[in-house]
């Protein structure tokens, strides 16, 4: 089974600031996808950002890179020069990809940019 | 483009009634699955589909039922609603050897 775990509910950051969002999971496959997905108040799912468990180089888009330790089976999620934008829910995702592409989703981490 | 479309946006229902949420995607996506998200429990697998004719269950299943026809659409039914399946329904499409989804806008069900 495949368990993703968000241990941060709620985060505040100061406008223009960087935060980190944490997210550990638990697997035992070897071909699997993660994800970072926000969830504004008009709840659409926006993909943020994916990593692809064999590459050991950390993505990045734009103001936004994870910290990807796949021995620690951690992915976090860090947002530099944070906008009024970026309030939203974020979840952290697994997805593996050995039947129909599943997801498994962390419990989420509600962020909110203070100006 | 329209994506993963999910209808109705929104229902209200009486315990008992039976319902179908409807959920289609136009980029012949071969996957296709069901979320449900409950406040602080991020989104849960209801079911899935591989393909036409071919779907299993996730982590949630009961309560609900689902069928493929058709590579385009994944209808979601509730035989007889319960208060326990208020929530938010989330569908996703992906194509087989990619590693993106699509979700739905979700349809907010609320049982009373």
């Known amino acids: 089974a495949q368990t993703v775990t968000q241990s941060q509910p709620e985060m505040s950051v100061q406008e223009a600031e960087t935060v980190t969002l944490s997210c550990t999971y638990d697997t035992s496959e070897n071909n699997y996808y993660l994800f970072w997905y926000k969830q504004p108040p008009s709840r659409q799912m926006i993909l943020v950002i994916r990593?692809?468990?064999?590459?050991?180089q950390n993505a990045t888009e734009n103001r936004f890179s994870v910290n990807f330790q796949k021995a620690a089976k951690s992915f976090s999620l860090k947002i530099s020069d944070s906008q009024l934008g970026d309030t939203a829910m974020y979840f952290c995702a697994f997805m593996k990809r050995s039947t129909g592409n599943q997801f498994y989703f962390g419990t989420g981490t509600s962020l909110t940019v203070i100006p | 483009n329209a994506g993963v479309t999910q209808t109705p946006k929104f229902q209200v229902l009486k315990t008992g009634q039976s319902m179908t949420l409807q959920c289609a995607q136009d980029?012949?996506?071969?996957?296709m699955s069901w979320y449900r998200q409950d406040p602080g429990m991020g989104l849960r697998l209801i079911h899935y589909s591989v393909g036409a004719g071919i779907t299993d269950q996730g982590e949630v299943p009961n309560g609900y039922n689902v069928s493929r026809s058709t590579t385009e659409d994944f209808p979601l039914r509730l035989l007889s609603a319960a208060p326990s399946q208020t929530s938010v329904y989330f569908c996703?499409?992906?194509?087989?050897?990619?590693?993106?989804?699509?979700f739905g806008q979700g349809t907010r069900l609320t049982v009373v």
């Open positions: 980029m012949n996506h071969e996957y």
């Open positions: 990593q692809e468990a064999y590459k050991q």
């Open positions: 996703a499409s992906s194509s087989l050897g990619s590693n993106e989804a699509f």
